[in-house]
Each structure stands twice: as C-alpha cells, then as structure tokens.
C-alpha cells in the first residue's frame, strides 16, 4: 500500500493485516509522521513534499524491485473494510486469466458528502456512459488514485506517473496512456472505498463549491492543459474545457478573487508554454 501521508493508525493496522508489505510515504518534513516498527512496513521520508506522482513512483518501484505484482494506492482521507484487497485482486485475476490485458482495478468511490457510491464512466459526447450495477466489473475510462490496485506486470509498459505534473490530474493521464497502450481499467461494483474528496461550500447560499488555494488552482490549470496537449479523449477534452470556464468564472467570485484568477490564468499559460512531459 502506497500513501502519501498517514495519520491514521487503525487504518495502518488494518492494512497491514490485509497485504503483505507496506510501504508508507511522509510527503513532508521527517519529523511529521511517526511510525510503529512493526514487520511489512517501510517507510520513505524524503523530507519534503515530491509531490503525489513522485511518491507513488518511489513506492511502487520499491515493491517491483521487490518481485510483488500489485500495489494497493490509499491517500490518508480514505476508509478501507477487510474485503476491499481481496475482491479487487480476484477480480483482477479473473480478468487476466481470460486474457484481458488489465492496468489496474478500482472500487466504487462513495464520498463523506454523498452516501451513494459513484459511477463508473465512460467519456463520450454528448453524455458520458454512467455506469451502475451491483455485481462484476466493467471497463471504464479512469480510476482515481485512491483504492487503485495496479498490476504491476504491466507497470514497466505503461510507465510511471508524471512526476513534474505533482498532483493533479496524474491519475487521469496514467490510465488515458494506460488505454493508449493497450491495456483496460476496469472498476469493481463489488468493492467500495469511503473517501473524504474535502469539505464543501456555498457561494450566496446557493451555488456549491470545494475550496482551493490560489496555488492549487495553478496547478489545476496547468495540468489540465498539458492532458489537453498529451492526447486525452476528445469527449473528455470538451466537457474539461467547459468546467474550466466555469471554475474561472466560479472562483472570480471568491476571495481573494484577483489572485484566484492571476493564478488560473497563469496556469493555463504555463500549460500551453511548458512541455507537458515528464
């Protein structure tokens, strides 16, 4: 299991009782995370913040040098049940047996906010494909990062997250290579993960919203624009476009409104200036 902060200790124990190695990543100065010693545990405490893309590489790299042939991806906002590894690595197995090619498999995702689990989709225009159904797996365009068991005998094939890209978006674009190459995603309508996605607010009591700081929403943009440059679905594309219009709009409302849009702006400038690659 690769995480990029851990605060939560029940969480740990349980998963430890779950898989056979964890491999624990501070994203933060070494003293911020204090660890148990306990057997099937690492823990890498570069000392600084890498980023998210940076320390899923590191973990995972260290579990294929290891000669493992999965990797559970968990942030610190998300709850796990004692089923959740177990029904996503037989699933996986099960696909790879009838010769589907599998990048990784994930769980239905059911935020704090909304106790529904969410759909699997399919990006395509006019409207997505929502995918819903109580049993089995299905082929769907993305996972988000937390919950996802990647198979690791295709990690070297697909490639490593981009890490100058350092949080957003990177989930996306791993599993939009992942289609390009050849290989399927797939989501399990039999597991679920409980994540916390972050708290929500409301603009004039009516319009509902998650706040961000100036420099997030920077790196939002920025990396948005690179996924625009790097061969993202074009349904996917489109509909992004009109809901970065609409975050510009949304957030020029919002204090401190000048710096949210200097930053927004600026990000959509860097994304198009910058190569968008690693």
Same mark, same amino acid.
């Given at each position: 299991?690769?995480?990029?902060?851990?605060?939560?200790?029940?969480?740990?124990?349980?998963?430890?009782?779950?898989?056979?190695?964890?491999?624990?990543?501070?994203?933060?100065?070494?003293?911020?995370?204090?660890?148990?010693?306990?057997?099937?545990?690492?823990?890498?405490?570069?000392?600084?913040?890498?980023?998210?893309?940076?320390?899923?590489?590191?973990?995972?790299?260290?579990?294929?040098?290891?000669?493992?042939?999965?990797?559970?991806?968990?942030?610190?906002?998300?709850?796990?049940?004692?089923?959740?590894?177990?029904?996503?690595?037989?699933?996986?197995?099960?696909?790879?047996?009838?010769?589907?090619?599998?990048?990784?498999?994930?769980?239905?995702?059911?935020?704090?906010?909304?106790?529904?689990?969410?759909?699997?989709?399919?990006?395509?225009?006019? *409207?997505?494909? !929502?995918?819903?159904?109580?049993?089995?797996?299905?082929?769907? +365009?993305? &996972?988000?990062?937390? %919950?996802? =068991?990647?198979?690791?005998?295709?990690?070297?094939?697909?490639?490593?997250?981009?890490?100058?890209?350092?949080?957003?978006?990177?989930?996306?674009?791993?599993?939009?290579?992942?289609?390009?190459?050849?290989?399927?995603?797939?989501?399990?309508?039999?597991?679920?993960?409980?994540?916390?996605?972050?708290?929500?607010?409301?603009?004039?009591?009516?319009?509902?919203?998650?706040?961000?700081?100036?420099?997030?929403?920077?790196?939002?943009?920025?990396?948005?624009? *690179?996924?625009? !440059?790097?061969?993202?679905?074009?349904?996917?594309?489109?509909? +992004?476009? &009109?809901?970065?219009? %609409?975050? =510009?709009?949304?957030?020029?409302?919002?204090?401190?409104?000048?710096?949210?849009?200097?930053?927004?702006?600026?990000?959509?400038?860097?994304?198009?200036?910058?190569?968008?690659?690693?």
């Amino acid at each position: 299991i690769v995480r990029t902060i851990v605060d939560d200790h029940d969480l740990l124990d349980l998963a430890i009782e779950l898989v056979e190695q964890n491999v624990v990543i501070n994203n933060g100065p070494d003293d911020s995370v204090t660890m148990p010693v306990k057997d099937g545990l690492t823990l890498i405490s570069p000392g600084e913040n890498l980023g998210v893309a940076e320390a899923i590489n590191r973990g995972v790299e260290l579990l294929v040098e290891s000669g493992y042939d999965k990797a559970l991806l968990m942030d610190q906002d998300s709850q796990i049940d004692d089923s959740l590894v177990t029904t996503l690595a037989h699933h996986l197995d099960e696909q790879e047996r009838t010769g589907q090619a599998v990048a990784a498999i994930g769980p239905r995702i059911r935020d704090h906010d909304d106790q529904t689990p969410a759909p699997f989709i399919r990006f395509r225009l006019p *409207f997505n494909q !929502r995918l819903q159904q109580e049993q089995g797996v299905v082929s769907c +365009d993305f &996972l988000i990062t937390s %919950g996802c =068991l990647i198979n690791l005998t295709h990690w070297n094939d697909i490639g490593p997250m981009r890490t100058a890209w350092f949080i957003d978006n990177i989930d996306l674009e791993w599993c939009f290579r992942a289609h390009k190459r050849g290989f399927l995603v797939m989501g399990c309508f039999e597991a679920t993960l409980d994540h916390r996605i972050g708290e929500r607010e409301r603009l004039f009591g009516l319009v509902s919203y998650r706040r961000h700081s100036p420099e997030r929403l920077y790196t939002m943009m920025r990396n948005r624009v *690179f996924l625009y !440059r790097s061969g993202a679905p074009s349904a996917w594309i489109v509909q +992004d476009a &009109l809901r970065a219009l %609409g975050k =510009l709009g949304l957030f020029s409302l919002i204090a401190p409104r000048f710096q949210h849009i200097r930053q927004m702006l600026r990000g959509v400038r860097d994304g198009f200036r910058t190569r968008p690659l690693p």
